[in-house]
């Protein structure tokens, strides 16, 4: 490449783990590209991204800069992602990340940038760069048809929509079949994680406006239909970098950095191909203890293998992950069932060839992870961003059954969790899902065409205007 078309990019993502994790790959994608990249967090997240391993041939393109979080009133003195709070507590860490814009504006003025790829939370950013003279490109962690569903910028600041009841229905701008929406339960949970002062409609509508362009996390040839919408929703390029899929290379150094995988390993072993059902509610969910119950009897009554992955970190107020699984529950379903206490090397248990189905709480990276490896999903959304979204387009595009939850207050049966758990691994009406997800692996899964994607993405910041 020639040196004059290599480029300084700075990368600032929201503060959640499944925000971090895309940019840092991208991150790794230009600087294969020759880019220098500079990598903008708080403290305790720049620590956490420094454990992940950097090739040796591109640590010296990435840099990792760390600016000390604001302390506001409200937020817990260490916490510095959403996975340190409870949903109730993320506005304060939302008006502490927009505190962050002093110290930012004085580290970009000081620098040489020609990129900020940024998350929506920040929506006083892209005024701030222009200022500055450096062009702005956002980048939304999650797929276009969730974009879609939200709408252009007008509809988002506009008063058509000021409830919770009024995103249970398929907007009318949605020019093609489509099913996606949320459940009031998804949207009432929502609502108590949005900042009062500015909501997450304006801080997104702000970000589409005022950047250059917009990027996803998702392919052309998976959602068609909504990245043509938003390229009219937006009046602005829409350019799709695709799903970030892990390598072989990046699942092996997933297992390399784990000690504990060989007793998973072992138990995995011993079980049949696509027999074992893989159970993650992600880092951030929260479940009350009588729907962590109902779940484990829906789990127990499935009478199938499977592995369930359990956060130490509270579920609800005082009460940690392992307390509230039923008594007697371990033991009960001792041989059949694995409860995995703690971090747990997902890729590489979804990669084993006994799992053959995944019980997810929908969030998008949970979900690539799966199809880029073929699995099929039982969708048990996690009632917040846009996980409900997620739920209802996967079971639309027949890669997975959702569980059937009441849509005012998100309640189901263990039945229904047991029955949906046997249709999608082993009941003839689960076929067309378990090939479907296989299919899958073509597009989720692939590196070559994602690579492509990217390619594309990389070009649009080398050759776009000043």
Known sequence: MDNKKKLHIAMFPWL???????????????????????????????????????????????????LPLPHVDGLPKAAESTADLSIQNVPYLKKAYDLLAIPLTQFLRDSDFNWI???????????IASQLGINSVYFTITNATSMAFFGPPSELTGSQRQRPEDFTVVPKWIDFPCTVAFKLHEMLTHWECMDSDVSD????????????????????????????????LYGKPVVPLGFLPPSMEDINCDVQRDEKWEPLKEWLDNKNANSVFYVALGT?????PAFMHELAYGIEKSRLPFIWVINNRPLVEGVVGPDIIPPGFEIRVSGRG?????????????????????LTHCGWSSVVEALGLGRPLILF?????????????????????????????????SDSVAEL???????????????NALAMREIFGSVELNNTCLGEFTRCLETFAA
């Not at 991204?49 to 990792?64: E, G, V």
């Not at 250059?212 to 052309?220: C, D, I, L």
């Open 338 to 358: 694995l409860i995995w206490r703690g971090f747990a090397p997902q890729l590489r248990i979804l990669a084993h060839p006994s799992v053959g189905g995944f």
């Open 117 to 127: 790829i940024h998350d929506f939370i920040s929506h006083w950013l892209p005024k």
């Open 284 to 288: 951030e969910v929260s479940l009350s």
């Open 201 to 232: 409609f304006q801080r997104l509508a702000e970000v589409v406006e005022g950047s250059r362009f917009v990027t996803m996390r998702t392919s052309p040839q998976f959602e068609t239909n909504s990245v043509n919408l938003l390229q009219k």
């Open 16 to 66: 959640a783990y499944g925000h971090l994790m895309p940019f840092l790959e991208v991150s790794k994608f230009l600087a294969r590209k020759g880019h220098r990249v500079t990598f903008i967090s708080t403290p305790k997240n720049i620590q956490r991204l420094r454990s992940k391993l950097i090739p040796p041939n591109l640590s010296s393109l990435i840099n990792f800069v760390e």
């Open 421 to 435: 758990i046997r249709r999608v691994m082993v009941d003839e009406e689960g076929e067309s899902v378990r090939a």
């Open 381 to 413: 959304s996690g009632a917040s961003a846009d996980m409900g979204l997620i739920a209802r387009l996967m079971q639309e595009r027949g890669l997975g059954f959702e569980i059937p939850r009441d849509d005012k207050t998100g309640s189901f049966t």
